[in-house]
């Protein structure tokens, strides 16, 4: 992942406020479209690449600097998620979204959405859950930037045809199709409070390895899905069954106890876990809730994921 700094940072150029003030909304759409922050940052680093490699006379030329920014941003994730479907295809084990440690520096959207029919929109805070970004791993990139664009950030079909390189009328079709799959497995949200309820307990009798007790938390068709990318140890396929992930998390915390401490914290705006080792963050535990059992559990712990979590 590149860190170099976005040109023309220096202050030199008189713009660069305005310019820069557009990079918050950028990583936030391009997170959605990747999963992945860093990927995310490597495409608006790239996309401030090519408006500076411009003469002054052709970025003069652009009436709105911020719109051309997240035109060239989106094409960008489209062609990497392209290039990422076979990349996840060699993956090792399971591959799930880079968790991001609080939603507030990573939801932001476009100003203007009144135009956008309240039944065909994702609310922010909805679009940047995990179950809502593994979601989007079953959609082609044409979906999945239909999707975004449009009912998270409020996008006209217009532009979004712009982008995609199709017509209006597909686009509408494509954000169709995407929505569709995504209230497929749709259910009401549970309130944070319970959320956190249970979560806490579910920690709680973790710590205790209480197997029964985590059998009540969780549902009798709960998943639980772990991603090592082949670096760290990690269940390579799914586990099923309520009583099968309490076995399973209670053999897990019995291997490692040396220095091992578990912390409630939000994870991609809701509540969920942080698993350190001696001050270093080796897991993060985001879960999905319905009623009052947990219904899935996703456990990240590809170190090159967890970049975000460091500490200082």
């Known amino acids: 992942m590149t860190t170099d700094p976005v040109p023309g940072q220096d202050g030199s150029d008189p713009d660069l406020s305005a310019l820069i003030g557009e990079r918050r909304q950028l990583i936030s759409l391009a997170y959605r479209l990747l999963g992945s922050l860093a990927e995310a ?3 608006v680093q790239e996309t401030y690449a090519r408006w500076y490699a411009m003469s002054r006379e052709q970025q003069a030329e652009i009436e709105s600097p911020g719109a051309w920014l997240t035109r060239v941003a989106s094409r960008i994730c489209l062609d990497l998620l392209g290039s990422a479907r076979a990349r996840r295809e060699r993956y090792v084990g399971e ?49 999945r930037v239909a999707l975004i664009l449009h009912d998270v950030f409020g996008y006209p079909f217009a532009e979004i045809g712009e982008i995609t390189g199709r017509t209006p009328a597909a686009c509408r079709e494509l954000a169709s199709v995407a929505r569709r799959r995504v209230r497929t497995g749709h259910h009401p949200t549970a309130p ?47 586990v099923t069954g309520g009583q099968r992930i309490a076995q399973y ?28 080792q001696h001050d270093v963050v080796v897991s993060v535990f985001a879960f999905d809730v319905v009623d009052d059992r947990i219904t899935h559990i996703w456990a990240v712990r590809n170190p090159d994921k967890l970049r975000p979590w460091a500490v200082g």
Not at 97 to 126: K, N
Not at 193 to 198: H, I, T, Y
Not at 218 to 228: E, I, N, R, S, W
């Open 41 to 43: 940052e490597d495409a």
């Open 95 to 143: 591959w799930i979204p880079e968790p991001v440690p609080d939603r507030t520096g990573w939801v932001g959207g476009r100003a203007t959405v009144d135009d956008v029919d309240p039944a065909d929109r994702v609310t922010l805070d909805e679009s940047i859950t995990m179950a809502f970004l593994v979601a989007l791993e079953a959609m082609t990139p044409a979906q």
């Open 192 to 238: 944070a409070a319970a959320q956190a309820d249970l979560v806490r307990h579910f920690r709680q009798a973790w710590q205790a390895q209480d197997i029964d007790g985590l059998v009540r938390l969780l549902d009798p068709d709960a998943v639980f899905t772990a991603d090592g990318g082949g670096l760290v140890r990690a269940a390579l396929e799914p």
């Open 249 to 276: 998390v209670v053999a897990l915390a019995g291997r490692q106890t040396d220095g091992i401490t578990m912390t409630e914290t939000a994870v991609n705006g809701q509540p969920g876990l942080t698993i350190q």
